[in-house]
């Protein structure tokens, strides 16, 4: 049987195995349907943007609230004592913390933290300057318990837990 030879298409590449739509990175939308939605799956090439279920994703990845979302598990990552919190290292993971740890200096609401002590003892989670819970002090955690710190805007935090 014969290799199957995909038409010439501008812009699409088919070459062993892979697919390339869009390859000279040209400013054209792609848009996958399905049985229920126009733009199930859509490509805002030029605002560099993914919608699920949006014709017109309003973010990096912009997902239709009426549909659902599904994680198995969040990632945790080990934060050692001492350490700064930062978003792109440890917003909206669990941390195993090995000791005290302190919140970025700023944050956007809704950024969020959640800090699991697997400690002897407590741990203090600093305050970097701003407020917790609308005081000026910093927060414990008391061993084998948890704290969920959210950014609420102005860089101060509410912690639940």
């Keep these: 049987m014969p ?7 501008p812009g699409l590449t088919v070459s062993s195995g892979n697919v390339r739509i869009n390859d000279n990175s040209l400013d054209r939308d792609f848009t996958v349907e399905s049985d229920g939605f126009s733009s199930m799956f859509h490509i805002d090439a030029g605002n560099n943007r993914v919608g699920i279920g ?5 973010a990096t990845l912009d997902v239709n609230p009426s549909g659902t ?6 990632l945790t990552v080990s934060v050692g004592s001492g350490q700064t919190l930062s978003e792109v290292n440890h917003a909206g993971r669990y941390l195993i913390c090995a000791g005290n740890v302190t919140l970025p200096s700023t944050s956007s609401a809704g950024e969020h ?26 927060f ?17 935090w509410i912690v639940l837990g």
Excluded: E, H
């Excluded at 979302?69 to 969040?74: A, D, E, H, P, Q």
């Design 54 to 58: 949006v014709s017109g994703p309003s």
């Design 3 to 9: 290799n199957y030879q995909p038409p010439s298409i």
């Design 113 to 138: 933290y959640a800090i699991l002590n697997t400690t002897g003892g407590d741990i203090t989670i600093g305050r970097n300057g701003n407020n917790i819970n609308g005081a000026g002090s910093d």
């Design 140 to 156: 414990t955690v008391a061993t084998f318990k948890g704290a969920t710190c959210i950014g609420i805007g102005s860089n101060n």
């Design 69 to 74: 979302f599904r994680s198995t598990r969040l």
